[in-house]
């Protein structure tokens, strides 16, 4: 029997697809962790962009420049795409540059597969710690917030 992802409770549990992951949820707490949209994205917002690199030909470089057109384009919003550092760094080297446009961040949005990778990975519990807003882009281009397990 699964448990419920957000109160650990072992009720009728319903097993939930989400573009971020799977999820349980039990009938005590009707809880997901993963809702609609709440906080949408302003044109006050500067917005990084996060999601695997390493290893994807060209660095996945089309999938964050596709993401940037399209933030840009329906929301008005600063972006900060980490697919224009230079070539030839050190993953090292990588991060820092990563994590620094992303203290300048006041939300992140995940790429698909941003769960296979890493360095997405860190630098989206680097923005939950630092209470940034955390939304994931799925397949359709639709942005979905995600939110952190109270």
């Known amino acids: 029997m699964n448990a419920c992802t957000r109160c650990g409770g072992y009720g009728r549990v319903a097993v939930n697809h989400n573009v971020y992951s ?3 949820t039990c009938e005590k707490c009707e809880g997901t962790g993963f809702r609609p949209e709440t906080e ?3 044109a006050a917002d ?3 962009i996060a999601g695997p690199m390493s290893g994807l030909p060209d660095a996945n470089r089309a999938a964050f420049h596709a993401a940037e057109r399209l933030l ?7 972006v900060l795409n980490p697919a224009n550092q230079p070539d030839g760094l050190s993953y090292c080297r990588y991060m820092i540059e990563a994590l620094t446009l992303l203290d300048r961040a006041s939300a992140i949005v995940l790429l698909p597969d941003s769960v296979l990778s890493l360095g997405a990975e860190f630098e989206r519990a680097v923005s939950r710690r630092d209470g940034k807003r ?3 882009l799925a397949a359709d281009n639709v942005i979905i917030q995600v939110h952190a397990e109270p």
């Not at 840009?72 to 600063?78: D, E, I, K, S």
């Open 134 to 136: 955390v939304y994931c």
């Open 72 to 78: 840009r384009q329906q929301f008005g919003c600063a």
């Open 46 to 48: 500067i917005v990084y």
């Open 40 to 42: 949408p994205i302003t």
């Open 22 to 24: 799977s999820y349980r």
